[in-house]
């Protein structure tokens, strides 16, 4: 959790906040299919809907107020894997920074498997 205070108090963003912005705007970005969990079971990675896509975001807070984020993702099969990284790294640095304030010292994405359709 990061707490930002000013004169008037104090506001306590939780980390399910984080998951949840760094989950949808790493899934908007072209070429993912979605977030990716790892089954326990059989130890396939497997799509996330929708309603579950922070269970393959990680969120670690640093004490200079700052986060890193670790995205499991899914891709669509035959997308250039650097362009659609890079693309996520700077589209869920500015959206997390920009609708929480929060500094965003790394974004790291781990492209966990390819889907066609």
């Known amino acids: 959790m ?14 399910s906040v ?14 993912v299919k979605g977030m990716a969990a790892r089954s326990v079971t059989d130890g396939v990675y497997h799509l996330l809907r929708k309603e579950s896509m922070s ?10 107020d700052s986060i890193s984020i670790d995205l499991h993702i899914i891709v669509d099969n035959g997308v250039n894997l650097t362009a659609v990284g890079n693309s996520i790294i700077s589209e869920v640095r500015y959206v997390v920074n920009k609708c929480t304030d929060t500094e965003v010292r790394a974004v790291n ?6 889907m066609n359709g």
């Open 55 to 64: 269970k393959g975001v990680r969120v670690e807070f640093h004490e200079d």
């Open 18 to 31: 984080y998951t949840d912005i760094a989950g949808t705007a790493a899934s908007n970005c072209f070429g």
């Open 2 to 15: 990061v707490r930002q205070k000013n004169e008037n108090g104090s506001v306590n963003v939780s980390t």
């Open 109 to 114: 994405v781990f492209i966990d498997s390819m």
